[in-house]
């Protein structure tokens, strides 16, 4: 399996859906990555991408926790798009995620680059 290279024909895309918390609206341990696992692999898998992982534990130098999915896309629904230039197949997982975690925190929904 092809990872997505510039200038290069790919198999498979991997997008991070990821929010900061700057406030610790989640508290000290969200434990989201446990919650919304079981969902996370279901929804994917009937979207037809593959769910990678989830890392809730994490913050930036500093110090603002944040909270991050990775989902695997096949080319073609990274291609189809929607208003905001995101893959469609993202909104029905955005939408589930945004239901675990507080409101008014905002997202970044990005190709993965590592």
Known sequence: MKQANQGEDFDWVVWKL???DPHQL???DPDLDERTQETMTQLAA?????????VDYDSYDSGTPYYAWWVRLPA???AQR???S??????PIREYLDGQVPDGL???ITPDRS
């Open 26 to 28: 989640a508290g000290e």
């Open 82 to 84: 929607d208003k905001n």
């Open 46 to 54: 009937s979207l037809g991408c593959v769910y990678e992982r989830c």
């Open 86 to 91: 995101l893959p469609v197949v993202l909104d």
């Open 18 to 20: 990821e929010v900061q």
């Open 106 to 108: 905002e997202w970044e």
């Open 76 to 78: 073609a629904e990274h």
